[in-house]
């Protein structure tokens, strides 16, 4: 069994780089399984879930080769199953990305019910819908999704929720449907803007993007032979912005978009912290103790679920009780049982938590319950006083690439031991 191992308090100060996001790459992967033919992704996470991802497409028939730890070019021309391997599909949330790619390049696909963070209910209703309506019969039983269709059909369909998944996978099924597709009440993450330029630039026509109204007029074919850079991953680059504010440091955030984190800008400054805003990179540092703050998570662009536990370790060495209102899901509080054991004052019920902010957090043995609640233990213990251990790794390791090596660069004292 592996643990991180972190020693604190340390004030985080320096530079650090930010990965391509996760939530993109994961998402552009099974998108090139519409091509026909071959094409070159870079700045690629080097993260346990595209790995996964990759020996998924390979199983499928895809060709892949690693050009270095960050790029990879992909020939998907000759797919020779519909079958995706169940035991590979089950371990994370976006393998269902795989049906709208799949329904639309080959008619068919079978797939395991996607996994991931366990963060209450996460149903994919809103993608079968949308499906459906393209023309696809879906079957969901005994542990698979079963989608088949003679000829998807482009139509106009009403998201009854924001989703940022049915969003994409929707745009997927429609990108080589028959006619006009418009989806209204889109999802208007970065990712998903990343995700259509990635199409458009292989020769799909999807306009919209970023807007709660996406059109995407079906196309014959996707050409391929192209070059393609994932978006700067926005979620790391605020976990960082808050690892400065929880520690008291000083980090300049390298390789960001800064537009996609106003939000966290936002309330980085309402509590007291300072940031100067580059363009491409984002600097943070504040000098004491955090202001109290009301935080309620919204789709983007308002203060990203994904964040939330990053900020409620803020939250719990600011001065006053502070108060999370998670609209997303239902059991994205399990972190903050860990944060007590370390000496937070946290008192969470159902989609609300309240932090009564304490001046010092108490290094602990903790368990990551999910991939963001992973970082936030990090931070936790960095900021610390005395020795942190951090258990179930999995998760941390699906989305942030070489986290401990990252830390340790700006300061912090932390490494991976093997029990």
Not at 54 to 68: D, F, M, S, Y
């Amino acid at each position: 069994m592996e643990k991180l191992v972190v020693k604190g308090p340390t004030p985080l100060k320096g530079e650090v780089t930010i990965s391509g996001a996760k939530n993109a790459a994961v998402a552009i992967l099974p998108a090139t399984l519409l091509i026909d033919g071959v094409c070159t992704i870079e700045n690629l996470p080097n993260i346990s879930d595209i790995k996964i991802y990759c020996t998924i497409l390979e199983k499928l028939g895809a060709k892949i080769t690693w050009n270095n730890e960050h790029s990879i070019t992909i020939d998907t021309s000759n797919i020779t199953t519909t079958k995706a391997p169940l035991d590979l599909t089950s371990k994370f949330r976006a393998s269902y990305y795989m049906i709208g790619a799949m329904l639309s390049r080959k008619g068919e696909i079978e797939v395991g019910m996607p996994g991931g963070c366990k963060l209450g209910a996460r149903p994919i209703d809103q993608h079968i819908k949308g499906f459906e309506l393209l023309g696809a019969n879906v079957t969901v039983e005994k542990g698979k999704i079963y989608a088949k269709a003679k000829k998807l059909k482009g139509c106009p369909i009403y998201m009854d929720i924001v989703s940022v998944g049915a969003t994409i996978n929707v745009m997927l099924s429609a990108v080589l449907a028959k006619g006009t597709t418009i989806i209204d009440n889109a999802a208007k993450e970065p990712h998903i803007v990343d995700v259509a330029n990635f199409l458009n630039t292989m020769g799909a026509d999807i306009r919209g993007a970023g807007t709660d109204v996406i059109k995407i007029n079906g196309v014959e074919k996707l050409k391929g032979n192209a070059t393609y850079s994932v978006v700067p991953d926005q979620i790391e680059a605020g976990t960082f912005m808050l690892a400065a504010v929880a520690t008291r440091g000083d980090l300049l955030i390298k390789n960001c978009i800064t537009k996609h984190l106003e939000s966290i800008t936002a309330k980085i400054i309402e509590i007291g912290g300072n940031v100067e805003d580059n363009g491409d990179s984002i600097r943070v540092w504040c000098t004491k103790r955090p202001n109290r703050a009301t935080i309620k998570t919204l789709p983007y662009p308002g203060f990203p679920t994904d964040l939330q536990p990053q900020m409620g370790v803020v939250l719990s060495l600011a001065n006053g009780t502070s108060t999370i209102n998670e609209s997303i899901w239902d059991s994205r509080f399990q972190y903050t049982e860990e944060l007590n054991k370390m000496g937070a004052k946290i008192t969470a019920h159902g989609k609300t938590a309240f932090f009564e902010g304490v001046k010092k957090l108490y290094g602990a043995p903790v368990y990551s319950s999910d991939l963001r609640a992973g970082a936030a233990l990090v931070i936790a213990g960095t900021a610390a006083e005395g020795e942190t251990e951090i258990y179930n790794l999995e998760h941390i390791d699906r989305g942030y690439e070489n986290i401990e090596e990252k830390f340790r660069k700006i300061g912090a004292k932390i490494e991976r031991v093997t029990e």
